[in-house]
């Protein structure tokens, strides 16, 4: 079974850190995040279930290993398609620390539904020593807590490259084209290949890239079809309500001259 404490990616520190504050997610330097196209944009937007396990899957075998996702239960992840069954098989393979027992002590038992999804470090000062002094940050809420989320995140993971030839670029740290001063900590978390989807899709980076952000979306907002269901619903109330309001006025005051 997988551990609670899994080994972590030295640099992965800064996904999601600050972006200069915009309407459209304008980066450093005045270099605009490129606009992608999302199932779940407009009012009737939805979330693409398939797109969803992939993105979890990307979250699991790559961001997994650095980043928590503690808003997230293991039953959660019904609202991603999943059968009661694969939940409960998810979450007995990791191992979660519990307690005291009737001793007292604190033991391993395997993981349950109701589990939150495990943090890879036991406490930030577990998280600050294997990652440079910096703790990675929870990636349950990212996707909302930045300024077009969904399209920054997806820009700063695609977007890495070689620097300018007359970039300074820091020791350790490495240019992308999104990120506000285009120096991040972060090396690239993608790569061609990086994981076998079970559909068979193929796995480039751009296609990780759209899943995990897509799930990392859903994680921030699991209830947006039924919130989006909610207002039209609420909309459609209100024309009609309108309507009959102005028929009764119309009924009241028509021999009123």
């Known amino acids: 079974m997988k551990k609670l404490i899994v080994p972590a990616f030295a640099a992965a520190l800064t996904l999601g850190l600050s972006l200069a504050p915009s309407q459209q997610a304008v980066a450093a330097e005045g270099?605009?995040?490129?606009?992608?196209?999302?199932?779940?944009?407009?009012?009737?937007?939805?979330?693409?279930?398939?797109?969803?396990?992939?993105?979890?899957?990307?979250?699991?075998?790559?961001c997994a290993s650095c980043h928590g996702l503690k808003y997230i239960a293991f039953r959660d992840l019904a609202g991603l398609g999943y059968s009661p069954e694969e939940i409960k098989q998810m979450a007995e393979d990791y191992t979660i620390t519990d307690g005291p027992g009737d001793d007292g002590e604190m033991f391993d038992r395997p993981g349950k539904a109701s589990d939150r999804y495990p943090d890879p470090f036991p406490n930030d000062k577990a998280a600050a020593a294997s990652n440079g002094g910096a703790i990675p940050p929870d990636l349950s809420l990212m996707a909302k807590a930045r300024p077009d989320g969904a399209n920054y995140l997806y820009a700063l993971m695609t977007g890495y490259e070689d620097p300018p030839a007359d970039f300074d670029l820091l020791e350790g740290l490495h240019y992308n084209a999104y990120f506000p001063g285009h120096q991040i900590a972060m090396p690239s978390p993608l790569f061609e290949d990086g994981v076998t989807y079970g559909d068979e899709t193929p796995a480039t980076v751009d296609q990780m890239a759209h899943d995990v952000t897509a799930f990392l979306m859903w994680a921030a907002e699991p209830k947006m079809e039924e919130r989006k269901e909610t207002g039209i619903k609420v909309l459609i109330f209100l024309v009609i309500f309108t309507v009959l309001l102005y028929a009764a006025k119309r009924r009241v005051w028509r021999d009123i001259h």
């Open 31 to 62: 270099v605009a995040v490129p606009q992608q196209k999302w199932s779940f944009d407009g009012p009737f937007g939805h979330y693409d279930k398939m797109e969803l396990q992939r993105g979890f899957q990307v979250f699991r075998e790559v």
